[in-house]
């Protein structure tokens, strides 16, 4: 074996002595179930809130647009990639999220990667939640600004930081996600838009796991989401005004240099939003399931349709969900990096589509491995 390659061997077998080895499962999915090796589990892990992805009108738009255009887009959207479709997307989520103006992206990753990178300059300051997501800070990294993290929704903190710097930077930009993705809890926007007027920042959320379920009343200057999760299609979009769009859309590299989404993927997401906007009792019963399942475990109210429960060691969060697997639930444990070290923990996802008679038998489930 080539020396390069025994250095990978003794990385991959470190991480497997940690218990930090992660392996692809093959799913198949049929709504709330998903099927592992032969097996019908009952799911808690997925990120389809709203159940959008099995959606007959969402498959159907998906279908119909496929058999017109074709399988791929066959180029970036500032080439030829750019459908019709688009367009319809575009102003619909800005509709959503009252902005002027949105771009969609390939997807969340490359929409955050994009409009970080392009928005802050090496002489800018980023201050960031210290639980924001791995592409949020991707994009830090590749925008060379300088760069803090406050502690995780902590105003003060995040004051004293900029009290610190501020004042040695031009821009700011501070980030945080509506919804946090691993613990399920909510960013003080409030208090956040106050701090970042009174310094002169630019705030910037993440909206993934908020869309369609959680309404923010207090809204971020730059707001950025996926239609991966509870749009149940795929793709990313950054929603603002129309200068803010109007230079993303003619900087952003992972806009530019990577080809547009399939129509058919569009064609999902569009049919998608329709239906959040008629249908908001999807969003209101993926909330009430998970606080439906906090309140039979006596856990903190749920805040969003994530749920955490906190392990600690690795190796006992992985054993947690393997007991689980064997009563027929899948959840998944979330190990570092996802979570901080000594937080692995079992995250459990409520969509509209869960039963009760669903959840309180997770909730047995889970009561008799405690014991
Ligand atoms: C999933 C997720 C993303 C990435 O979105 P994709 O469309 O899956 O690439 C970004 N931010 C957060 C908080 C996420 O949970």
Redesign the pocket.
Same mark, same amino acid.
């Given at each position: 074996m080539p020396a390069f390659e025994h250095s990978v061997k003794k990385r991959l077998s470190d991480l497997k002595k940690q218990h930090l080895f992660r392996e692809l499962e093959s799913s198949e999915l049929s709504g709330l179930w998903v099927e592992r090796a032969g097996k019908k589990l009952l799911s808690f892990s997925g990120n389809d809130y709203l159940g959008l992805s099995q959606d007959k009108r969402v498959v159907k738009a998906a279908k119909n647009s496929l058999k017109k255009y074709g399988a791929g887009a066959g180029a970036s959207r500032l080439i030829t990639g750019n459908h019709p479709l688009y367009a319809t997307l575009e102003k619909s989520i800005a509709r959503i999220k009252k902005t002027e103006s949105a771009c969609v992206f390939g997807?969340?990753?490359l929409a955050?990667l994009g409009l970080i990178s392009t928005l802050a300059e090496s002489n800018d300051l980023i201050l960031a939640d210290k639980a924001v %997501?791995a592409?949020m800070i991707d994009g830090i990294r590749l925008s060379g600004a300088s760069f803090q993290r406050f502690k995780h929704n902590d105003v003060s903190h995040l004051e004293q930081l900029l009290q610190t710097y501020r004042k040695q930077h031009k821009n700011c930009f501070i980030l945080t996600?509506t919804v946090f993705?691993m613990d399920g809890d909510l960013a003080p926007m409030k208090q956040i838009q106050a701090l970042a007027k009174k310094y002169n920042a630019t705030t910037i959320s993440?909206d993934? %796991?908020g869309m369609g379920i959680i309404e923010n009343e207090v809204r971020a200057d730059i707001q950025m989401g996926?239609f991966?999760?509870s749009a149940g299609s795929?793709?990313?979009y950054i929603a603002a005004s129309k200068t803010i769009i109007d230079f993303i859309k003619t900087s952003a590299r992972t806009l530019m240099f990577s080809t547009a989404l399939p129509p058919a993927v569009v064609a999902a997401s569009v049919a998608s939003l329709a239906i959040m906007r008629k249908e908001k009792n999807r969003g209101e019963k993926a909330l009430s399931n998970a606080k439906y399942f906090t309140k039979l475990l006596d856990l903190p109210v749920a805040q969003s349709a994530i749920v955490p429960l906190i392990i600690g060691a690795e190796k006992d969060a992985l054993l947690y969900s393997k007991r689980l697997m064997e009563k027929g639930f899948l959840v998944t444990a979330i190990r570092p990096p996802t979570v901080p070290k000594g937080t692995a923990r079992l995250r459990f996802t409520f969509t509209s589509q869960h039963k009760k008679k669903h959840i309180d038998a997770l909730a047995r489930a889970l009561q008799g491995i405690k014991k």
């Amino acid at each position: 074996m080539p020396a390069f390659e025994h250095s990978v061997k003794k990385r991959l077998s470190d991480l497997k002595k940690q218990h930090l080895f992660r392996e692809l499962e093959s799913s198949e999915l049929s709504g709330l179930w998903v099927e592992r090796a032969g097996k019908k589990l009952l799911s808690f892990s997925g990120n389809d809130y709203l159940g959008l992805s099995q959606d007959k009108r969402v498959v159907k738009a998906a279908k119909n647009s496929l058999k017109k255009y074709g399988a791929g887009a066959g180029a970036s959207r500032l080439i030829t990639g750019n459908h019709p479709l688009y367009a319809t997307l575009e102003k619909s989520i800005a509709r959503i999220k009252k902005t002027e103006s949105a771009c969609v992206f390939g997807s969340g990753y490359l929409a955050n990667l994009g409009l970080i990178s392009t928005l802050a300059e090496s002489n800018d300051l980023i201050l960031a939640d210290k639980a924001v %997501h791995a592409c949020m800070i991707d994009g830090i990294r590749l925008s060379g600004a300088s760069f803090q993290r406050f502690k995780h929704n902590d105003v003060s903190h995040l004051e004293q930081l900029l009290q610190t710097y501020r004042k040695q930077h031009k821009n700011c930009f501070i980030l945080t996600e509506t919804v946090f993705s691993m613990d399920g809890d909510l960013a003080p926007m409030k208090q956040i838009q106050a701090l970042a007027k009174k310094y002169n920042a630019t705030t910037i959320s993440d909206d993934a %796991h908020g869309m369609g379920i959680i309404e923010n009343e207090v809204r971020a200057d730059i707001q950025m989401g996926t239609f991966s999760k509870s749009a149940g299609s795929y793709g990313g979009y950054i929603a603002a005004s129309k200068t803010i769009i109007d230079f993303i859309k003619t900087s952003a590299r992972t806009l530019m240099f990577s080809t547009a989404l399939p129509p058919a993927v569009v064609a999902a997401s569009v049919a998608s939003l329709a239906i959040m906007r008629k249908e908001k009792n999807r969003g209101e019963k993926a909330l009430s399931n998970a606080k439906y399942f906090t309140k039979l475990l006596d856990l903190p109210v749920a805040q969003s349709a994530i749920v955490p429960l906190i392990i600690g060691a690795e190796k006992d969060a992985l054993l947690y969900s393997k007991r689980l697997m064997e009563k027929g639930f899948l959840v998944t444990a979330i190990r570092p990096p996802t979570v901080p070290k000594g937080t692995a923990r079992l995250r459990f996802t409520f969509t509209s589509q869960h039963k009760k008679k669903h959840i309180d038998a997770l909730a047995r489930a889970l009561q008799g491995i405690k014991k």
